[in-house]
């Protein structure tokens, strides 16, 4: 039913949702889904929970993921995917947007919005993307005060901390770092680009009983590994955070090529979503039963076809 009925919000807050979904068993699987419809998706594919990427959003802008997004920005991104899909979202919320005061302001702006949880990464700014070279970490202490004033601001938001310490300071130094992280107050780690399968045991394996989540991006340093192993491996979490922008820009990549080639669309309908489909997932009809001056859409049996001359 529609976002705009009472009754069919969520009791509780994302945050605590976020929580329950953590504590069931089995690893939690959360796709990226980078905007309403790609998050109305996911849940009818059956996910519970979602990941909003900040390479996604900024892609989806046409940007490139270098922390140069607005706290603002993030806040339309999170309520669209929320109000659509009802879900809780994790939300990736890069270094922070500043120090420690410009942390506490995203985190009420994201849960007010309606994130269930974020992350915060330890970078410096300009930030790359995790699984890119010459990462620049800030001081660990620095990174544990961003913490501490993350919990210290949220009510419920779930307080996930990334490091990208691997690549620069080896395993001793993520771990170090992680353990420093979970002094501060976060929820879970999320040691970024590991890049072998015994890098992700071995992590595991020092942090024991500390929720870890694993990144499964495609193009980039981690090799493929299902839900089912990284759930082996020690990881409570897992997300593919871009690949649904990927799938979708490839095939508007493609569209806008034939268009150009044939002169229309005509040759990739098959290929399209059917407004049928498109008014189902959206709940058109819903909607038109709320308000009683509209009148129920009727779907075009099928498109017309011009006569051709002889």
Not at 204 to 209: E, L, T, W
Request: with cysteine.
């Amino acid at each position: 039913m529609p976002y705009l009925v009472a009754s069919d919000l969520p009791s509780e807050s994302a945050g605590r949702r976020f929580r329950a979904l953590m504590q069931q068993p089995g690893i939690l699987r959360l796709p990226g889904a980078h905007n309403g419809i790609a998050a109305l998706q996911a849940k009818q594919a059956g996910f519970d929970g979602l990941y909003l990427s900040g390479a996604a959003m900024t892609a989806s802008m046409g940007l490139p993921d270098l922390g140069i997004i607005t706290v603002d920005e993030v806040g339309l991104f999170i309520r669209q995917i929320a109000r659509a899909s009802g879900l809780p979202v994790l939300v990736d919320a890069d270094t922070g947007y500043g120090e420690t005061l410009n942390v506490m302001h995203a985190v009420r702006a994201f849960e007010e919005a309606g994130a269930g949880a974020i992350h915060l990464e330890d970078q410096v700014l300009p930030k790359k993307c995790g699984h890119l070279n010459d990462k620049k970490l800030v001081d660990a202490h620095d990174m544990a005060a961003k913490i501490a004033a993350a919990a210290k601001a949220r009510r419920d938001l779930v307080i996930i901390a990334r490091t990208d310490a691997a690549a620069s300071e080896g395993l001793d130094g993520a771990v170090a770092r992680a353990k420093l992280y979970m002094e501060a107050g976060a929820d879970a780690i999320f040691p970024e680009a590991l890049n072998t399968e015994e890098m992700f045991h071995a992590f595991a394996k020092r942090m024991p009983g500390v929720p870890l989540l694993a990144n499964m991006t495609e193009f980039g340093k981690t090799p493929f590994f299902t839900a089912a192993e990284f759930e082996a491996m020690g990881y409570a979490l897992v997300i593919w955070p871009v690949s649904s922008l990927r799938v979708a820009n490839k095939a508007q990549e493609e569209l806008y090529v034939a268009i150009a080639r044939d002169g229309g669309a005509h040759g990739v309908v098959d290929r399209m979503q059917t407004r049928a489909e498109l008014y189902a997932l959206i709940g058109l009809h819903n909607y038109e039963t709320l308000d009683t001056s509209i009148v129920r859409t009727a779907i075009p049996l099928g498109m017309p076809q011009r006569a051709r001359s002889s």
